[in-house]
Nanobody, 130 residues
Framework: QLVESGGGLVQPGGSLRLSCVAS????????IGWFRQAPGKEREGVSC????????YYADSVNGRFTISRDNAKNTVYLQMNSLKPEDTAVYSC?????????????????????????WGKGTLVTVSP
């Protein structure tokens, strides 16, 4: 089970930190990603991390502004979002897959791998608006 928190309303240029808490699965075996979907748009892989080696991937649209990290003691993955833009407005969901044979880049950037996720959270809304 995955539970997200930390969404909300923020002004352009502001920051938010999202959290994704995993339970019922072996955290160290996971690759966990943050995905977002805005109204009328397809789901986009924002950032993914492999817990065991901390390998990461960022979409071009967020690279340099967002940072993904994990806290093994808390079974939690974070997404620190800085310099937020109105186009970052979306429902952000975390998803996890156990011990994937493919890269975190594939996990995030190749939509057919979204169907291979073992678990999805319900999502948290991020709204960036003046």
């Amino acid at each position: 089970q995955l539970v997200e928190s930390g969404g909300g309303l923020v002004q352009p240029g502001g920051s938010l930190r999202l959290s994704c808490v995993a339970s019922g699965i072996t955290f160290n075996y996971l690759a966990i990603g943050w995905f977002r979907q805005a109204p009328g748009k397809e789901r986009e892989g924002v950032s993914c991390i492999r817990v065991s080696d901390s390998s990461t991937y960022y979409a071009d649209s967020v690279n340099g502004r967002f940072t993904i990290s994990r806290d093994n003691a808390k079974n939690t993955v974070y997404l620190q979002m800085n310099s937020l833009k109105p186009e970052d407005t979306a429902v952000y969901s975390c998803a996890a897959v156990e011990a994937p044979a493919y890269s975190v880049q594939d996990m995030c950037a190749v939509p057919r791998y979204y169907y291979a996720m073992d678990s999805w959270g319900k999502g948290t809304l991020v709204t960036v608006s003046p």
